[in-house]
């Protein structure tokens, strides 16, 4: 298959996730944008002196929000199967890479665009409360979509592997949805934070431990940024540390998982 | 040249053996019929010809290459419709031969003529602005069937072409695959259970069975090779007649079909033995007349020899 195949391909398995998802994930932006319009304002507006200062207490919701709606997005694969669409189109010159490629991009897009739609409507509220964006903002917006690219490609590739592995829409779909569960309630800012003790030159110090969570890992790769007191650089390193650790932690997983899924989608026959 | 060659092939589900030791070559320009009974490997074969199950033992090479491995490679030079209907519901006709031709690698151009011309031949002009799932069954399959020829593939692949389609459509169907079986250069692959259409649009029949080759050759040599002798008789009284003959040595079988008598012969004296029992019986010959074995019959010949061991 060229270029130009490849790129239909993608194009396509776009549409089709924006056709099959357009009503449910405009609708949601539509209610969670309502709902946000008063948290903003009655919570974080009113009480920050920047935006960018309470920008890491408003992102992990949304992001918890986008990557349910890439692993839904990725696991119809599962679905693609059942329906005989996956044999359509392995009917014709393409290659299963491309197809789990397309997938991957158009559920990745899709997601994208889903938590793009916060942060925009972050920024617009605070321009319009006149409250200043800060000299971090940029960064915390390129820090939080760096996390989000991630966690979206982790919420995919675990959606493809339990597609690939089961076959089923229903099971994957279900098993999906436990993991993602069992991972987004991972202790963290929304949930409670669990506590830590570490020694730093001679003292001892209680950190908070969250950073397994999306939301926890957000706040902690954002938090740090707002960090400028220097009594608690400790707790900017500590977020630094932990920060890259979850960052290598999450792409070793993701990675390992689509690499798996990739392999077993290749080997598997297509009855 | 040899376009499909396969060894001593095995494909097996588990324990079910789907195809044993599968040794057959088809050439290319020729219109192949792939026929027996439910079970009998045929969809797998196919299966296995477009790369998308895997052999389990021997080997298999389309277009001398192996289509498990090189399956992209294959899918570019092969059109193929399966047996059940694949289509994407919600998209709209037109838009899917876009997007086929695309995944074909055709230019905007050709894809346009060829979709026009296609959706002439198999008479969905009038249908391209709707989707898919607002389509009849028999549309849906004229769809499928026309995307399969689309890219002008040097083998095209028809498993079941006429599944879910009703007797008039399905008569449609096999006149259009025989139509444009004569006008284009292509090797056909062709399974079905419409023998009768079978019969006049391939030049070699594969007969499966159990995932074993029973027979497979030339169309009209199976036939004159399975072929009995068989006589349609109309008499003033069938029942009498047929009855009075049963017990003749130069008759092997004897059936009443309608208002005819069916006689499989076995002997040269059959014709004299007719006019003598019909004078004795003082009976009226209105008609004899001698039948013309058809792939359906041959079909149940060989089925039945299968089955007596």
Same mark, same amino acid.
């Given at each position: 298959m060229d270029k130009k195949g490849k790129f239909t391909l993608v194009i396509n398995?776009?549409?089709?996730?924006?056709?099959?998802?357009?009503?449910?994930?405009?609708?949601?932006?539509? %209610?969670?944008?309502?709902?946000?319009?008063?948290?903003?304002?009655?919570?974080?507006?009113?009480?920050?002196?920047?935006?960018?200062?309470?920008?890491?207490?408003?992102?992990?919701?949304?992001?918890?929000?986008?990557?349910?709606?890439?692993?839904?997005?990725?696991?119809?694969?599962?679905?693609?199967?059942?329906?005989?669409?996956?044999?359509?189109?392995?009917?014709?010159?393409?290659?299963?890479?491309?197809? %789990?490629?397309?997938?991957?991009l158009a559920s990745f897009l899709v997601s994208l665009?889903?938590?793009?739609?916060?942060?925009?409507?972050?920024?617009?509220?605070?321009?319009?409360?006149?409250?200043?964006?800060?000299?971090?903002?940029?960064?915390?917006?390129?820090?939080?979509?760096?996390?989000?690219?991630?966690?979206?490609?982790?919420?995919?590739?675990?959606?493809?592997f339990t597609s690939v592995v089961f076959k089923s829409s229903i099971k994957s779909i279900t098993i999906t949805l436990i993991l993602l569960i069992l991972w987004t309630m991972m202790p963290g800012p929304l949930s409670g934070q669990k506590i830590t003790t570490i020694t730093i030159n001679n003292y001892k110090r209680d950190l908070p431990l969250f950073y397994l969570s999306p939301d926890g890992f957000l706040f902690a790769s954002i938090h740090y940024l707002n960090i400028n007191n220097p009594s608690q650089w400790y707790l900017k390193r500590?977020?630094?540390?932990?920060?890259?650790?979850?960052?290598?932690?999450?792409?070793?997983?993701?990675?390992?998982? %689509?690499?798996?899924?990739?392999?077993?989608?290749?080997?598997?026959?297509?009855? | 040249m040899e376009i499909v060659v396969c060894q001593d092939l095995?494909?097996?589900?588990?324990?079910?053996?789907?195809?044993?030791?599968?040794? %057959?070559?088809?050439?290319?320009?020729?219109?192949?019929?792939?026929?027996?009974?439910?079970?009998?490997g045929k969809t797998t074969f196919i299966k296995l010809i477009c790369g998308l199950l895997k052999p389990t033992k021997g080997y298999m090479n389309v277009f001398s290459l192996d289509p498990w491995k090189d399956r992209v490679k294959v899918c570019e030079r092969i059109g193929v419709l399966h047996e059940e209907t694949l289509l994407p519901l919600t998209e709209k006709v037109f838009d899917i031969f876009v997007y086929v031709g695309k995944l074909k690698g055709l230019s905007t151009a050709?894809?346009?003529?060829?979709?026009?011309?296609?959706?002439?031949?198999?008479?969905?002009?009038?249908?391209?602005?709707?989707?898919?799932?607002?389509?009849?069954?028999?549309?849906?399959r004229r769809l499928e069937l026309a995307l399969a020829f689309m890219g002008s593939p040097e083998l095209i692949i028809l498993d079941e072409p006429t599944a879910n389609v009703d007797p008039s459509g399905r008569r449609d169907v096999m006149s259009i695959i025989e139509r444009l079986s004569n006008e284009i250069d292509a090797t056909f692959i062709i399974s079905t259970h419409s023998l009768l259409y079978l019969e006049k649009i391939c030049d070699e029949i594969v007969f499966l069975d159990r995932g074993k080759i029973?027979?497979?050759?030339?169309?009209?040599?199976?036939?004159?090779?399975?072929?009995?002798?068989?006589?349609?008789?109309?008499?003033?009284?069938?029942?009498?007649?047929?009855?009075?003959?049963?017990?003749?040595?130069?008759?092997?079988?004897?059936?009443?079909?309608?208002?005819?008598?069916?006689?499989?012969?076995?002997?040269?004296?059959?014709?004299?033995?007719?006019?003598?029992?019909?004078?004795?019986?003082?009976?009226?010959?209105?008609?004899?007349?001698?039948?013309?074995?058809?792939?359906?019959?041959?079909?149940?010949?060989?089925?039945?020899?299968?089955?007596?061991?």
């Open positions: 398995e776009l549409k089709r996730n924006i056709r099959g998802s357009l009503i449910f994930v405009l609708g949601m932006i539509f %209610l969670l944008i309502m709902f946000n319009q008063s948290y903003l304002k009655n919570e974080l507006i009113d009480v920050s002196e920047t935006a960018s200062e309470s920008y890491d207490a408003f992102i992990p919701a949304f992001a918890t929000f986008a990557i349910f709606i890439a692993a839904i997005s990725s696991v119809t694969l599962a679905l693609d199967h059942e329906r005989g669409y996956v044999k359509f189109l392995l009917s014709f010159p393409v290659s299963k890479y491309s197809l %789990l490629l397309s997938k991957i665009f889903f938590f793009s739609c916060f942060v925009l409507q972050y920024l617009i509220s605070f321009s319009i409360a006149g409250v200043p964006l800060g000299e971090n903002m940029l960064l915390c917006v390129l820090i939080s979509y760096a996390a989000v690219s991630i966690f979206l490609l982790l919420a995919i590739a675990i959606g493809l500590y977020y630094f540390t932990v920060s890259c650790i979850g960052f290598l932690v999450f792409s070793s997983v993701m990675l390992v998982l %689509l690499l798996i899924s990739m392999i077993l989608f290749k080997k598997s026959e297509i009855y | 095995y494909k097996l589900y588990g324990k079910l053996v789907a195809l044993e030791n599968l040794n %057959l070559t088809l050439h290319s320009g020729k219109k192949y019929g792939i026929i027996g009974p439910n079970g009998a050709e894809l346009k003529k060829e979709a026009e011309g296609l959706l002439n031949i198999f008479g969905l002009r009038d249908k391209i602005h709707l989707r898919i799932g607002t389509l009849s069954a028999g549309q849906k029973l027979v497979k050759g030339d169309v009209r040599d199976i036939i004159a090779k399975y072929s009995k002798p068989v006589v349609r008789i109309e008499t003033s009284d069938n029942k009498r007649f047929a009855e009075e003959i049963k017990g003749l040595s130069s008759v092997d079988y004897v059936n009443i079909e309608g208002r005819s008598v069916i006689v499989t012969i076995k002997g040269e004296d059959f014709y004299k033995d007719v006019v003598k029992i019909a004078d004795k019986l003082g009976l009226h010959l209105y008609r004899l007349e001698p039948l013309h074995e058809t792939l359906e019959s041959i079909y149940k010949i060989i089925i039945g020899r299968r089955e007596n061991g």
